[in-house]
Nanobody
Framework: QVQLVESGGGLAQAGGSLRLSCAAS????????MGWFRQAPGKEREFVAA????????YYAEYVKGRFTISRDNAKNTMYLQMNSLKPEDTAVYYC????????????????WGQGTQVTVSS
């Protein structure tokens, strides 16, 4: 198992920016891919972005392309999600996930999850 802790959520205005962080510990050599998901009240958890642990391939949901950037710092075992040009519809709890295969984009493909961090975007 991999332990994941998200941080960086908060309140932003439409058009503003936030950067989320996910610190990983434990059996980090097994999280072949890591990703970000989000879940708004009354909605299903949906894919945001993912990055492979070994070769650094990036994957984005269509609705965040050009606005969000996923990255990692292997020395710190930390993954980031830079969110720019935020929209009210980005409001959700954002979850860090690990253990997926390269190219995984479904929640069921990941075995480890953080507790989530709230992102609220006002109009």
């Amino acid at each position: 198992q991999v332990q994941l802790v998200e941080s960086g959520g908060g309140l932003a205005q439409a058009g503003g920016s936030l950067r989320l962080s996910c610190a990983a510990s434990g059996r980090t050599f097994n999280y072949y891919a890591m990703g970000w998901f989000r879940q708004a009240p009354g909605k299903e958890r949906e894919f945001v972005a993912a990055i492979s642990s070994s070769v650094g391939r990036l994957y984005y949901a269509e609705y965040v392309k050009g606005r969000f950037t996923i990255s990692r710092d292997n020395a710190k075992n930390t993954m980031y999600l830079q969110m720019n040009s935020l929209k009210p519809e980005d409001t959700a709890v954002y979850y860090c996930a690990a253990g997926g295969h390269v190219g995984a984009m479904n929640p069921g493909d990941f075995g480890s999850w953080g507790q989530g961090t709230q992102v609220t975007v006002s109009s």
